[in-house]
């Protein structure tokens, strides 16, 4: 099992940059799972931002996100980050963390119905 709490949301201008954190926790090793990014804004689906491979070698980004965000880990610490740049008042939403325990390096997961584990979230609004 693993718990999953991220942080660092917040109220920034368009063109800010803001990162989210992901502390992993439980008798799960992090390790074990891809970990991704996503989305909801109010009155839309979740949706995919981003997903980091289990050894942060492979990784994927929506359309929306592309060259503007980064994903990363650190397997060490447990964290994983979402580093935001040139943000947007579409990417405006609550963003969640979410694990997936997958059984190879190759295997990154972009479906919500993919993740077993999920975040509270955490809130981030851009200003224009």
């Known amino acids: 099992q693993v718990q999953l709490v991220e942080s660092g949301g917040g109220l920034v201008q368009a063109g800010d940059s803001l990162r989210l954190s992901c502390a992993a926790s439980?008798?799960?090793?992090?390790?074990?799972?891809?970990v991704g990014w996503f989305r909801q804004a109010p009155g839309r689906e979740r949706e995919f931002v981003s997903v980091?491979?289990?050894?942060?070698?492979?990784?994927a980004y929506a359309d929306s996100v592309k060259g503007r965000f980064t994903i990363s880990r650190d397997n060490t610490k447990s964290m994983i980050y979402l580093e935001m740049n040139s943000a947007e008042p579409e990417d405006t939403a609550v963003y969640y963390c979410?694990?997936?325990?997958?059984?190879?390096?190759?295997?990154?997961?972009?479906?919500?119905?993919?993740?077993?584990?999920w975040g509270q979230g955490t809130q981030v609004t851009v200003s224009s």
């Open positions: 979410a694990a997936s325990e997958t059984m190879s390096n190759l295997i990154i997961p972009q479906t919500v119905g993919q993740f077993r584990y």
């Open positions: 439980g008798r799960t090793f992090i390790s074990s799972c891809a």
């Open positions: 980091i491979s289990r050894n942060g070698e492979s990784m």
